[in-house]
T-cell receptor
Framework: SQQGEEDPQALSIQEGENATMNCSYKTSINNLQWYRQNSGRGLVHLILIRSNEREKHSGRLRVTLDTSKKSSSLLITASRAADTASYFCATDESGNTGKLIFGQGTTLQVKP | GAGVSQSPRYKVAKRGQDVALRCDPISGHVSLFWYQQALGQGPEFLTYFQNEAQLDKSGLPSDRFFAERPEGSVSTLKIQRTQQEDSAVYLC?????????????FGSGTRLTVV
């Protein structure tokens, strides 16, 4: 079973605009990770935020985590056509072996 | 190798056939995971190895699914008597530590189609 939900399911924007994706989860976590998946390919790790962190940046990516609301958001600034992909959040639940529980994903299309 | 390698890339199996999917993790990576990803869905956990020990197999959907990692490196996921509902992409992921504190490296997956 999957941990939570991602919102929106699909997002279409113009190149240069910002894209925001949200993720909700259900249980306490050690960390939350975001992955990108291009069509027909494996997942690429983007960023990891620990449960005691509230915000993290990596290049054009900004991730926030609100453990009281059990939610996270991924912001991609100044989007490019190459950012077109599916984006998944995944949680490493407290007390588990380190397995990741993935959301359903957000499909992002960036139009040139 | 530089990344996680999975083979075959594509597999078409007739219903009832047995299949074996291979994962070559990054050399030295302790943790290895298998996930199943149905079309349009997020990956779902199948099983986890720490070196050669299978520490969690709670995600295996039935006793037709079996995974091994006998020498703590290469892993094989075997599916016996394949059914149409087994059609999915099977992803392998590995990490250096016993937990993915820095994220996991995924292979490109094996797309299994059962006809």
């Amino acid at each position: 079973s999957q941990q939570g939900e991602e919102d929106p399911q699909a997002l279409s924007i113009q190149e240069g605009e910002n894209a925001t994706m949200n993720c909700s989860y259900k249980t306490s976590i050690n960390n939350l990770q975001w992955y990108r998946q291009n069509s027909g390919r494996g997942l690429v790790h983007l960023i990891l935020i620990r449960s005691n962190e509230r915000e993290k940046h990596s290049g054009r990516l900004r991730v926030t985590l609100d453990t009281s609301k059990k939610s996270s958001s991924l912001l991609i600034t100044a989007s490019r056509a190459a950012d077109t992909a599916s984006y998944f959040c995944a949680t490493d639940e407290s007390g588990n072996t380190g397995k990741l529980i993935f959301g359903q994903g957000t499909t992002l299309q960036v139009k040139p | 190798g530089a990344g996680v390698s999975q083979s075959p890339r594509y597999k078409v199996a007739k219903r009832g056939q047995d299949v074996a999917l291979r994962c070559d993790p990054i050399s030295g990576h302790v943790s290895l995971f298998w996930y199943q990803q149905a079309l349009g869905q997020g990956p779902e956990f199948l099983t986890y190895f720490q070196n050669e020990a299978q520490l969690d197999k709670s995600g295996l959907p039935s006793d037709r699914f079996f995974a091994e990692r006998p020498e703590g490196s290469v892993s094989t996921l075997k599916i016996q008597r394949t059914q149409q509902e087994d059609s999915a992409v099977y992803l392998c992921a590995s990490s250096l530590r016993d937990r993915g504190y820095y994220g996991y490296t995924f292979g490109s997956g094996t797309r299994l189609t059962v006809v």
